[in-house]
């Protein structure tokens, strides 16, 4: 086991060598700056090529006829290129903002029983690293613009989440929950468990339920929320 030697290694070992890269991390947790700041600046890239092709006349005649709260002709106005893009930008960046903070706060109380509890701040900077590979999504995603029709709702343009695949419309009552979904939660989970391995010498059961737990958590109460209302 040899510690990445620096941040951008770090970010290659997240995908080739995890426990070289938390192993760093712990050490050094100021290196998650590097990993957050390519989180919050890749949608800039994504939704600017996606709203540089998409038919923006059939874009807003489909929000209107899917959004109930667009159906005031005055609130047409809104739908610009420029709010648009900003309007998916922001919620790209509050979102992964919030999730890393979530996850931080929910390995930090639920290891504060380990032999080795770590700090909130330790917490964070790996979570950063954990939720790396959404890049790979962004990637993806962004390679789906490129190649696909012009014809494409965003929330079926991000590759990220379960709805690329599902294709709900935005009416839909499970749309939410399927773009919520990331589809690499598998991958996001494997490196919880070995950070938490690592760094709190936890045994293997209960780093594995540790890892999966809020992710499990997400799949099966928002579901009955939905079915119960």
């Not at 060598?17 to 994504?46: M, N």
């Not at 929000?63 to 648009?84: C, G, P, Y």
């Not at 014809?151 to 499970?174: C, G, Y």
Request: with cysteine; charged share 10%; net charge neutral.
């Amino acid at each position: 086991m040899t510690p990445s030697a620096n941040p951008f290694i770090a970010i290659l070992d997240v995908f080739r060598s995890p426990v070289d890269c938390f192993t760093a991390v712990h050490q050094r947790p100021k290196w998650a700056l590097l990993p957050y700041l390519l989180l919050i600046l890749a949608p800039f890239g994504l939704w600017g090529s996606y709203f540089n092709q998409v038919d923006l006349a059939w874009l807003q005649e489909t929000l209107r006829s899917q959004l109930s709260i667009l159906a005031d002709e005055s609130q047409l106005q809104w739908l610009t290129k420029e709010v648009l893009l900003a309007g998916e930008v922001f919620s790209d960046i509050f979102g992964r903002t919030a999730n890393l903070l979530l996850l931080a706060l929910w390995l930090n109380l639920a290891t504060k029983n380990s032999s080795a509890p770590q700090t909130f701040g330790k917490w964070l900077a790996a979570s950063c690293f954990i939720m790396l590979p959404g890049l790979i999504g962004d990637l993806a995603s962004y390679l789906n613009i490129l190649f696909n029709p012009t014809q494409a709702l965003p929330n079926t343009a991000d590759l990220n989440s379960l709805n690329a695949f599902l294709k709900l419309p935005m009416d839909n009552p499970w749309a939410a929950f399927a773009s919520s979904i990331p589809l690499l939660t598998p991958w996001y989970i494997a490196l919880t468990y070995i950070a938490v391995s690592l760094w709190c010498g936890i045994d293997r059961a209960k780093a594995i339920v540790i890892a999966a737990l809020p992710w499990l958590l997400v799949l099966v109460v928002w579901p009955l929320l939905i079915l119960t209302t």
